[in-house]
């Protein structure tokens, strides 16, 4: 990563202290995304089903296909397939090619029956090596097809399955070169992805192979179920914790053009595959950020946010707009700021997903809106005065808590315009005045009560900004009215220095020993 800086966080103003950490918050939740893609979208590794086309002609599936057997028996049968496919490959008769794909077809079908496929049968009976030399380069495509096809539901099963596919990783690597059939390579693509989605040390060992350059060409293709395959084992591959394979892709002639041609596609299941690959470039690589960032790709991000109604579209789209907004804030004002309107755009399209009412969108708006809101005061006008503030509002009072931060964040930045260094930041009064007005204030307090440090650290300097901000000195008034004092007490003592400092300093600065004395002498 020596040839990344690390970048700015735009919620700098009412955060200082994130500002060294920006590149690796973005690193630290690509990771975060990539573990709910395979827990709560079961995205990582996927079973091969479904049959694939070599030329015209369909790969015969059986109609029981998915249909759960005895476990005994189907672990009895997969040993007899495996010791007809042994057979079958040192056979040198009359039809010997038919032969060896009949015994594949057969272990197929048994690896792609039931919840769960007798791998560790078939691995045991001796599978792997015989399914390694079925991969030879000379073989028919449909040999070729099914012996991948085994593999790709052998690498869908547990961890230790999937690493027994190491001695196969150099030959399926090769076939996604231009020597082998479309429907073969694509086909050894969905096994790499399915290893490329068991973890780091996998994904080290396909890096090092050289699988990433010709999976990245594969998106340059036409075909639909090519692009899907490739662009799912694909974000699967970079997706870290490491920025270098970020970086390469998208250095990858053709790459990035492909990435935005696929964009704009009809077929939202090919976008959606598309989109996750965006989700990392950004997350991981600065150069990345940079490059994608001069491209059309806001413009595209957000007219997709705005068109689609897909939560597995959305999701990924709205992540990548939020990585790409969370860059550097001056490329990050300049790439907002080339069309006024597309700027207008993205903040409606952010505003339809915060009104959702599913929570992955309202969290990830919010974030991307509080970056946003971290920048330029012209941003932060457009985002006061979008239909943004109502939703922040409400979330602010009655949302779960890790939404309510991220409401937090865009309503505190709206009131502060960046410092230099480690200046306090200088007030927006007309925003802030309107946003206490409207009741936001409670919300911030309640956050100062909470555990969680954050948290707290977010409210208090709310409470800073309105103690210091509000005019004739009502802010002490109101933020007593809310037991803001009582809140900032808590952290006398606490063993967080920050927080107990900041806080005792607010109490200590406005309601010290002269506080209310006014009041009592006007009595």
Not at 219 to 224: E, P, V, W
Not at 262 to 277: F, Q, R
Not at 384 to 402: E, G, N, R, Y
Request: proline share 4%; aromatic share 4%; charged share 25%.
């Amino acid at each position: 990563m020596a040839e990344e800086a690390s970048t700015p966080h735009r919620r700098d103003p009412i955060k200082a202290s994130v500002g060294s950490v920006a590149a690796q918050k973005r690193r630290e939740q690509a990771i975060m995304v990539g573990k709910e893609r395979r827990e709560a979208l079961m995205r990582a590794k996927r079973l091969c089903r479904i049959g694939v086309s070599i030329g015209d002609n369909d790969v015969p599936i059986d109609d029981n296909m998915m249909m759960d057997g005895e476990p005994s028996l189907l672990e009895a049968q997969t040993l007899k397939a495996v010791e007809d496919l042994k057979h079958a490959v040192t056979y040198h008769g009359k039809g010997v090619m038919q032969k060896r794909v009949h015994a594949l077809r057969e272990l197929r079908r048994l690896l792609s029956r039931s919840e769960f496929p007798p791998v560790q049968a078939s691995l045991e009976a001796g599978a792997m090596p015989i399914l390694v030399q079925c991969l030879s380069f000379g073989s028919p495509d449909e040999q070729l097809l099914e012996a991948a096809w085994c593999l790709t539901n052998i690498t869908a099963g547990k961890p230790e399955e999937t690493k027994a596919l190491v001695p196969a990783l150099p030959l399926l690597v090769a076939h996604l070169g231009e020597k082998s059939a479309l429907a073969v390579a694509e086909q050894c693509a969905w096994t790499l992805g399915n290893v490329a989605g068991e973890g780091e040390e996998l994904r080290n060992v396909l890096l090092s192979q050289g699988a990433l350059p010709p999976l990245a060409r594969m998106m340059l293709s036409n075909k639909g179920s090519t692009v899907r395959t490739a662009a799912w084992a694909l974000s699967n591959l970079i997706k870290g914790p490491d920025s270098k394979a970020a970086t390469e892709t998208i250095r990858i002639d053709g790459v990035l053009d492909s990435i935005l041609r696929h964009l704009k596609k009809a077929d939202e299941e090919l976008v959606t595959e598309v989109a996750w690959v965006v989700v990392y470039l950004p997350a991981l690589s600065d150069v990345a950020t940079n490059i994608l960032a001069k491209s059309d790709l806001l413009q595209i991000l957000v007219d997709r946010l705005a068109s689609s109604n897909s939560l597995q579209l959305l999701i990924p789209v709205l992540r990548s707009l939020g990585n790409l907004v969370a860059a550097d804030s001056c490329l990050t004002n300049n790439v907002l700021f080339a069309d006024h309107q597309t700027t207008v755009n993205a903040i409606q399209a952010l505003v339809k997903c915060l009104r959702s009412e599913h929570r992955v969108l309202k969290k990830e708006s919010a974030w991307a809106l509080s970056n946003i809101a971290a920048g330029s005061v012209e941003h932060k006008k457009l985002i006061h005065s979008s239909d943004a503030v109502p939703s922040l509002i409400h979330l602010l009072s009655t949302a779960p808590f890790d939404m309510r931060k991220e409401a937090a964040y865009v309503l505190g930045n709206l009131c502060v315009v960046p410092a230099e260094g480690s200046e306090r930041p200088a007030l927006i009064l007309e925003h802030l005045v309107s946003l206490v007005r409207r009741g936001i204030l409670p919300g911030f307090v309640n956050l100062v009560r909470s555990a969680d440090i954050e948290a707290a650290r977010i409210g208090l300097q709310f409470m800073e900004l309105v103690l210091r901000g509000m005019p004739n000195g009502e802010g002490p008034k109101l933020v007593e009215a809310e037991d803001g004092i009582d809140a900032m007490e808590r952290y006398q003592f606490h063993e967080n220095e920050h927080v107990r400092n900041m806080a005792n300093e607010l109490v200590d600065k406005y309601f010290g020993e002269d506080y209310g004395l006014d009041e009592q002498l006007i009595s």
